[in-house]
């Protein structure tokens, strides 16, 4: 399968560290990018080719991936953090991109 | 700095088309491929297709193969995106968005336009 599964919703104290999991078969040959997305607000993008930020992203975010799972964690995760978090990937079996479900973070 | 400015919102009837477009400054537009991405109310990302630098190829999601279609005019830098047989269900935020690649395994979205507003309601 092609698709990218993630956990629908996940919580984490404030300053504490969460991490979220992405996981298809795509990600055996292709890395993952993530995207920060907030109400009202276009995506952002947070982590690409496994663990680069953009200029401006904190570097308490990071990324990793191994096998077919991707993870983006959060080290002293900021009220700020709470947002949909979305992985995506380049489908390794056609020429098109598929973003997971998302992944609601509640900063507790 | 590098911008993507798109249309404003649309209100179309089911069965009707919309065409929204995305324009590009800042950088050297025929350096990058396009993708087009939604987000319907309540869900998640959705990847619609990718348009090249040059504009002679697409590749399309297949759940909407024959609905859409992705054009690319060079010399004004704009992309555009045509949606036809309008559903309700195709009511949602719309999305261009710069492809960036590195090597053969690495693709992201750098910048993203504003988002364009499609209702679609009778």
């Known amino acids: 399968s092609s698709d990218l599964t993630q956990d629908p919703a996940v919580s984490v104290a404030l300053g504490q560290t969460v991490r979220i999991t992405c996981q298809g078969d795509s990600l055996r040959t292709y890395y993952a990018s993530w995207y920060q997305v907030k109400p009202g607000q276009a995506p952002l993008l947070v982590i690409y080719a496994k663990n680069n930020r953009p200029s401006g992203i904190p570097d308490r975010f990071s990324g990793s991936s191994s096998g077919n799972t991707a993870s983006l964690t959060i080290t002293g995760a900021q009220a700020e953090d709470e947002a949909d978090y979305y992985c995506n990937c380049r489908d390794s079996s056609a020429f098109r991109w598929v973003f997971g479900g998302g992944t609601k973070l509640t900063v507790l | 700095q590098v911008q993507l400015v798109q249309s404003g919102a649309e209100v179309r009837r089911p069965g009707a088309s919309v065409k929204v477009s995305c324009k590009a400054s800042?950088?050297?537009?025929?350096?990058?491929?396009m993708h087009w991405v939604r987000q319907a109310p309540g869900q998640g990302l959705e990847w619609m297709g990718i348009?090249?630098?040059?504009?002679?190829?697409?590749s399309y999601a297949q759940k909407f193969q024959g609905r859409v279609t992705m054009t690319r005019d060079t010399s004004t830098s704009t992309d555009y995106l045509e949606l036809s047989s309008l559903r309700s269900e195709d009511t949602a935020v719309y999305y261009c968005?710069?492809?960036?690649?590195?090597?053969?395994?690495?693709?992201?979205?750098?910048?993203w336009g504003q988002g364009t507003l499609v209702t679609v309601s009778s």
């Open positions: 348009i090249n630098p040059s504009g002679v190829s697409t």
């Open positions: 800042g950088y050297t537009f025929t350096d990058h491929w």
């Open positions: 968005t710069r492809d960036v690649s590195r090597d053969d395994r690495s693709w992201w979205f750098d910048f």
